[in-house]
C-alpha cells in the first residue's frame, strides 16, 4: 500500500472518530488535603474539545490524498 493512500485513510478514521466522540475525556487524581498523615484526594474529569472543524479538515485532507495516491499510479 502506497503512503499517501495509508495516510489517507488514518485520516478519514480520524475524522470519523472527531464526529462521533466530540472530545476527549480523561479522568486525574488530585491532592485536596494534604496534612502530615491524613490526604485527601479528588478525581476530577477533564475534557478536551474537539470541533467539528477538526473533523471536516481531517475528512477532506484524507480524501485528497486517497485519491491522488490512488491517481498517481
Do not use: H
Amino acid at each position: 500500500m502506497k503512503p499517501y493512500t495509508l495516510i489517507g485513510i488514518i485520516l478519514i478514521v480520524v475524522a470519523v472518530a472527531a464526529f462521533g466522540y466530540q472530545g476527549i475525556s480523561y479522568t486525574s487524581r488530585e491532592k485536596v488535603i494534604d496534612l502530615g498523615p491524613l490526604q485527601m484526594t479528588a478525581e476530577k474529569t477533564k475534557t478536551i474539545p474537539l470541533s467539528p472543524i477538526v473533523g471536516v479538515v481531517a475528512l477532506i485532507g484524507g480524501l485528497v490524498l486517497l485519491v491522488g495516491g490512488s491517481r498517481k499510479s
